[in-house]
């Protein structure tokens, strides 16, 4: 069973930010740029006129994907009652066998972030820590390889570092 259609509450509050900002603010000024410059006279040699409408329509293409998007996803918002074991959402605190510490998140595919160590819950790692609790070692098969974990610590809030 695939996950894609799983969020976390903040993920879907920004999609819905990112919908209100295109919406109500990029696209109205977008729009009077676009009549502004369509005044200036030749519409085929006018660059703000041709950027204007591209940029519209890719404005127009990203609200009908969020519109869409944000009617099937399902928010998660429970935070599981067993601390300690791994469900969606959790903030997870790992160890490899070099000794290294990594944190990930297991969010929805619609909010992963690599730069932030949000993970998808469809992607390797996510799959292989679900279910599993602190204290547990997990093998993970990545496209660098096969690679051992520690579980050192399952939270449901962002760990102070």
């Known amino acids: 069973m695939s996950n894609a259609n799983y969020i976390t509450?903040?993920?879907?509050?920004?999609?819905?930010?990112?919908?209100?900002y295109l919406w109500k603010v990029e696209r109205p000024r977008v729009?009077?740029?676009?009549?502004?410059?369509?005044?200036?006279?030749?519409?085929s040699e006018n660059a703000e006129y041709i950027y204007g409408k591209k940029r519209?329509?890719?404005?127009?293409?990203?609200?009908?994907?969020?519109m869409k998007r944000l009617d099937v996803l399902t928010v998660v918002e429970d935070q599981p009652e067993r601390q300690g074991k791994i469900f969606f959402g959790a903030w997870v605190r790992l160890e490899n066998e070099e000794g290294?510490?990594?944190?990930?998140?297991?969010?929805?595919?619609?909010?992963?972030?690599?730069?932030?160590g949000y993970i998808s819950v469809d992607s390797p790692m996510a799959k292989a820590l679900l279910g599993k609790?602190?204290?547990?070692?997990?093998?993970v098969k990545r496209p660098a390889g096969v690679a051992s974990f520690t579980i050192l610590e399952v939270g449901y809030k962002p760990f102070c570092e």
């Open 100 to 116: 290294d510490e990594v944190v990930y998140r297991i969010v929805g595919p619609d909010e992963f972030d690599p730069g932030r």
């Open 56 to 66: 519209l329509r890719e404005i127009d293409r990203r609200v009908r994907f969020l």
């Open 31 to 43: 729009t009077q740029a676009v009549s502004d410059a369509a005044a200036e006279g030749d519409r």
């Open 9 to 20: 509450a903040e993920g879907a509050k920004r999609l819905r930010e990112e919908f209100e």
């Open 133 to 139: 609790q602190e204290g547990d070692e997990v093998v």
